[in-house]
Each structure stands twice: as structure tokens, then as C-alpha cells.
């Protein structure tokens, strides 16, 4: 339910509904310069400056308050935001995470197992950590995906999208963590998976595209299968309520990143 744009000048603007972000100005004296990065959740936002530190404002309890991690939040590379949490990687691989314990602010049950992390993603109540060696490391909650040991064996070899381009899904079924219907068209050829809450869409090295999930959410693409065929090279882009055409900014003087919370 609000925004936050990061100007070229590296400060912030924020609006919308002030509880869930839409107000900074508790913490806008360190919002006028350095932010490189925004990432937003649904009642908060955390940004990162150049100096690797890390910022955040909105409801408390969904990583708007990240004082009992304070200290850990330096050297910042990455922040990934679920519904109510927020991870950090840290240039040195670690991961630090804050917000609603449920949903995944609380990592302790696999600390020992977040070190050499590449990249995390996250869904609506989990997160997932991509390491160095290719391996999977998933928490939060259990039934959206925090649980990945019915498929442990299977996320060794390049996480999600496995080196050999055939896709691995796991956490409520009807959410896309049952990819089974779709399962003969995600053995090869994957090159990128995006979500959003409740469906998955896949991009085939081909430029086709393969969605499952809750139909409603995306999960069905069958009224535009036309449109998603082989021969170009489509992006995907995952929705968070609004949509932005880019195309006409490349002109542009000043440069300005949106980021959406709610």
C-alpha cells in the first residue's frame, strides 16, 4: 500500500499509507543520499546504502524495526522481502534476517547452513538461499515452502533451475508447489522461474513459457498460449500490483526506481 523511489542522487522519496512505509521521515536524515538499492515487503522496506548498511522503516514486527540485528547489518550486498520478513546477504556470504518469525525473520533452525549464499528468493511466507556450491537451504513456513526436505535430494545441483535446465518445486500444492501437470515441459530448457503469490511461470531457452499454480493467480496461461510461443526472448516480471512500461525512459535525465510495499 505504498511506494519508495530511489533518485539519482541516491536519496528517497516515499508515499501511500504511512504506517506500512508510505512515512519515513523517522528515519529520513539517512534517506537523502547513498541508497543503491530498495527492496519492499508488504507493510515495510529496507534499502540498502553505498557503505553496506542497511535502513529500514514501516511496521515494526515485518522488519520495519531491524534493531535487534543491528549490529550483524553491515557489509550488506542483497536484502530479499516476503510478506512480513526480510533476508540479507552479506559481501561475505552470510545471511542476516529480521521481520515475523513465522514467515521466515527468524532463520536460527538453519543458521549453521547460510554461509557461501549467492542469491535468496522469496515467496509469500518462506525464503529460500541458492549457495555456492549449487545447494538449497529453505525457511519460514513449512507449508509455503520453509520445508524443502521432501525434495532435499533433488536441490544440489543449481538450486531451483538445475544445471541441466529441469525445474524443482516444493510447498503448497495448489500454489505451484505441485508442478506435476506441467512436469514433462519443465525436464529441459529452463533458463529463469519467476512467481508471484500463488503461480510460477517458467522461460524455456526456446522463448516459450510453462505456468502452473493457482489458475486465477497466473497458474493457467492457456487464453494467451498463443502469444507465449517459441522464437522470441520474452522477460518476466513479477507483479507486485502494478505495472510500469519502462520502454520510453532510456532517455531519460534522472533515474528513478520504483518499489512497491502492500
Same mark, same amino acid.
Given at each position: 500500500?505504498?511506494?519508495?523511489?530511489?533518485?539519482?542522487?541516491?536519496?528517497?522519496?516515499?508515499?501511500?499509507?504511512?504506517?506500512?512505509?508510505?512515512?519515513?521521515?523517522?528515519?529520513?536524515?539517512?534517506?537523502?543520499?547513498?541508497?543503491?538499492?530498495?527492496?519492499?515487503?508488504?507493510?515495510?522496506?529496507?534499502?540498502?546504502?553505498?557503505?553496506?548498511?542497511?535502513?529500514?522503516?514501516?511496521?515494526?514486527?515485518?522488519?520495519? &524495526?531491524?534493531? !535487534?540485528?543491528?549490529?550483524?547489518?553491515?557489509?550488506?550486498?542483497?536484502?530479499?522481502?516476503? +510478506?512480513?520478513?526480510?533476508? !540479507?546477504?552479506?559481501?561475505?556470504?552470510?545471511?542476516?534476517?529480521?521481520?515475523?518469525?513465522?514467515?521466515?525473520?527468524?532463520?536460527?533452525?538453519? !543458521?549453521?547452513?547460510?554461509?557461501?549464499?549467492?542469491?535468496?528468493?522469496?515467496?509469500?511466507?518462506?525464503?529460500?538461499?541458492?549457495?555456492?556450491?549449487?545447494?538449497?537451504?529453505?525457511?519460514?513456513?513449512?507449508?509455503?515452502?520453509? &520445508?524443502?526436505?521432501?525434495? +532435499?535430494?533433488?536441490?544440489? &545441483?543449481?538450486?531451483?533451475?538445475q544445471a541441466d535446465g529441469s525445474?524443482?518445486?516444493?510447498?503448497?500444492?495448489?500454489?505451484?508447489?505441485?508442478?506435476?501437470?506441467?512436469?514433462?515441459?519443465?525436464?529441459?530448457?529452463?533458463?529463469?522461474?519467476?512467481?508471484?503469490?500463488?503461480?510460477?511461470?517458467?522461460?524455456?531457452?526456446?522463448?516459450?513459457?510453462?505456468?502452473?499454480?493457482?489458475?486465477?493467480?497466473?497458474? &493457467?496461461?492457456? +487464453?494467451? !498460449?498463443?502469444?507465449?510461443?517459441?522464437?522470441?526472448?520474452?522477460?518476466?516480471?513479477?507483479?507486485?500490483?502494478?505495472?510500469?512500461?519502462?520502454?520510453?525512459?532510456?532517455?531519460?535525465?534522472?533515474?528513478?526506481?520504483?518499489?512497491?510495499?502492500?
Open positions: 500500500m505504498a511506494f519508495a523511489a530511489i533518485k539519482g542522487d541516491g536519496s528517497v522519496v516515499t508515499w501511500g499509507e504511512a504506517d506500512w512505509g508510505g512515512d519515513s521521515s523517522a528515519v529520513a536524515p539517512l534517506l537523502t543520499e547513498g541508497v543503491v538499492q530498495v527492496c519492499g515487503n508488504a507493510m515495510a522496506f529496507a534499502a540498502i546504502k553505498a557503505d553496506g548498511s542497511v535502513v529500514t522503516w514501516g511496521v515494526a514486527g515485518c522488519g520495519g &524495526d531491524f534493531s !535487534a540485528v543491528a549490529p550483524l547489518l553491515t557489509g550488506v550486498v542483497q536484502v530479499c522481502g516476503n +510478506a512480513m520478513a526480510f533476508a !540479507a546477504i552479506k559481501a561475505d556470504g552470510s545471511v542476516v534476517t529480521w521481520g515475523n518469525a513465522a514467515c521466515g525473520g527468524d532463520s536460527s533452525a538453519v !543458521a549453521p547452513l547460510l554461509t557461501g549464499v549467492v542469491q535468496v528468493c522469496a515467496n509469500i511466507q518462506a525464503f529460500a538461499a541458492i549457495k555456492e556450491d549449487g545447494s538449497v537451504v529453505t525457511w519460514g513456513e513449512a507449508g509455503c515452502g520453509g &520445508d524443502s526436505s521432501a525434495v +532435499a535430494p533433488l536441490l544440489t &545441483d543449481g538450486g531451483v533451475v525445474v524443482v518445486t516444493w510447498g503448497d500444492a495448489g500454489c505451484g508447489g505441485d508442478s506435476s501437470a506441467v512436469a514433462p515441459l519443465l525436464t529441459e530448457g529452463v533458463v529463469q522461474v519467476c512467481s508471484n503469490e500463488r503461480a510460477f511461470a517458467a522461460l524455456k531457452a526456446d522463448g516459450s513459457v510453462v505456468t502452473w499454480g493457482n489458475a486465477a493467480c497466473g497458474g &493457467d496461461s492457456s +487464453a494467451v !498460449a498463443p502469444l507465449l510461443t517459441k522464437g522470441h526472448r520474452p522477460s518476466l516480471l513479477k507483479s507486485t500490483g502494478c505495472l510500469i512500461n519502462f520502454s520510453k525512459l532510456s532517455q531519460a535525465k534522472t533515474q528513478i526506481s520504483l518499489h512497491a510495499a502492500g
